[in-house]
């Protein structure tokens, strides 16, 4: 599972009593590209399932999506297609491939719009929040 290979997973995996989700019909929000020696690359998008024990102050926020935010350190663009919507991606897929990580990013047709890599994925942040937008 996805999970597995990014660090700081612990929280998350708290959270979600080790049943995180998998990293389908999501929404993705950002993508940012930060340079210096190290190329990092953080993306942000909201998952659709909220974990089965909600944690009393999300109960009382009325949170309904979890949003959560990677970093990949020591990143590369190994492939990007202009002519897809980078909004459109709802699919994330991360797997290791001998000694880095790749991140590829899928719209609705399973189309890749973005494939990076990089040496480590780092669970940046999450949080729970009402998305009254209905956006995810």
């Known amino acids: 599972m996805w999970v597995s290979l990014i660090e700081r997973r612990e929280s998350l995996l708290a959270l979600y009593q080790d049943e995180v989700p998998g990293l389908e ?44 935010t990677l970093d990949l350190v020591q990143a590369k663009i190994e492939k990007i297609d202009l ?6 991606v709802d699919n994330i897929i991360i797997e290791q491939i001998n000694d880095y990580k790749r991140l590829i990013l899928r719209d609705a047709s399973k189309a890749e719009v973005l494939t990076l890599r990089s040496t480590w994925i780092y669970l940046s942040s999450f949080s729970g929040y009402q998305n009254t937008l209905n956006l995810s």
């Open 25 to 68: 019909n999501l929404f993705l929000h950002e993508i940012k590209i930060t340079t210096g020696q190290d190329l990092i690359i953080n993306i942000r998008f909201d998952l659709r399932k909220l974990p089965k024990k909600i944690p009393k102050k999300w109960l009382d926020r009325s949170v309904n999506t979890v949003q959560i």
């Open 83 to 88: 002519e897809k919507s980078i909004s459109s």
